[in-house]
């Protein structure tokens, strides 16, 4: 395929550096050095103290897929309309320091693209070919990360009552499908609608909805004592 049209249609555009033969660096090196600096101490505290990244961590390592922070991230400059990226060729996640300046934002694209990483670790996803793979897991990256918390949706001005989570989490699966794939809204819109159901009822791996932060640190604490439990019965 030509490698012009592959960027365009998968999404690779919006992450120059993914593709360093053509991408030049900034000459202020001492503003880029601050800006991964940062982003990895955040990236680092996100691991660390997160616990929607604490769980997607340990159900990684446990499905045989463990996560290492210098192999599988990548801090990188990249297009101003995206914070972050999943890269199946790689395996690897790209986390926008340009883009990236507060933790808690930090922490929700770290939990985002986690997800399509467990994804990718514990499913066959075809995300080049099968659209209707790609609408799935980011249906489960919207629903699953805190993208659509209430907190977030009041900080974006965006206020509802009836169905508005799930409104959210359509709507944001929808604008990352055509951030990364060249097709029409409309297609788009279609794909999003067939999967829907399915895949926004998947909790996996924490088992619910985590609305906020005590959910999470729940679903955290139940999945680190599932041995215990079964190992009672």
Partial sequence: MDQTKEEDEYGYNLFPERNRGKYKKNSIGESLFTFNHKCRVMLQFAME?????????????????????????????????????????????VLCQNNIHQQSHMTRVVTHELIHAFDHCRAHVDWFSNYRHLACSEIRAANLSGDCSFSNEAARFN?????????????????????????????????????????????????????????????????????????NL
């Fill in 49 to 93: 103290t997160s616990p929607y990244a604490k769980l997607l961590l340990s159900a990684m390592k446990s499905s045989g897929c463990q996560v290492f922070k210098d192999r599988h991230f990548s801090c990188e400059d990249c297009d101003g309309t995206v914070s972050g990226g999943f890269d199946a060729a790689s395996s690897q996640i």
């Fill in 159 to 231: 206020f509802g009552l009836k169905q508005h989570h799930q409104e959210c989490v359509r709507g944001r699966a929808l604008r990352s499908i055509l951030a990364v794939r060249n097709i029409s809204r409309n297609e788009a819109e279609k794909i999003v609608d067939e999967v829907f159901d399915t895949c926004f009822n998947d909790h996996a791996p924490f088992g619910r909805i985590p609305h906020s932060k005590t959910d999470a640190r729940f679903a955290n604490r139940d999945y680190e004592n599932r041995d215990r439990y079964y190992a």
